[in-house]
């Protein structure tokens, strides 16, 4: 009875102790998944960033070039204008004068 009892206590010290080193095993790979999970929530927090500024660039330099494309038509309007007021200045200043004056037709050329 005395070496039952005696294995019943051998068994519970050793399940114990193996008790005992699960769960300091268990708290280390706790603390290792935090620092990993802190690595990688910072892993992942810089490759956002770095998508968020490439967006920012792709972005920025397509609004760039559209507000280039916009000024370059309107630049070419422009001249397109000047030129044909060059061309046709006078023959609109007497339209204009004449439609001013009540004046009937177009003006004699």
């Given at each position: 009875?005395d070496n039952i009892i005696?294995?019943?206590?051998?068994?519970?010290?050793?399940?114990?102790?193996?008790?005992?080193?699960?769960?300091?095993?268990?708290?280390?790979?706790?603390?290792?998944?935090?620092?990993?999970?802190?690595?990688?929530?910072?892993?992942?927090?810089?490759?956002?960033?770095h998508r968020i500024e490439?967006?920012?660039?792709?972005?920025?330099?397509?609004?760039?070039?559209?507000?280039?494309?916009?000024?370059?038509?309107?630049?070419?309007?422009?001249?397109?204008l000047e030129e044909y007021?060059?061309?046709?200045?006078?023959?609109?200043?007497?339209?204009?004068?004449?439609?001013?004056?009540?004046?009937?037709?177009?003006?004699?050329?």
């Amino acid at each position: 009875m005395d070496n039952i009892i005696s294995a019943i206590i051998a068994m519970d010290q050793q399940a114990r102790a193996e008790i005992e080193e699960a769960q300091h095993l268990r708290k280390i790979q706790m603390e290792t998944l935090k620092g990993d999970e802190s690595q990688i929530q910072g892993e992942l927090l810089e490759k956002a960033r770095h998508r968020i500024e490439l967006i920012k660039s792709s972005t920025h330099k397509e609004y760039v070039e559209e507000a280039s494309s916009i000024a370059a038509t309107g630049q070419m309007r422009i001249e397109k204008l000047e030129e044909y007021f060059a061309q046709n200045g006078e023959r609109l200043e007497d339209m204009i004068f004449n439609r001013c004056i009540g004046a009937e037709g177009e003006p004699d050329e």
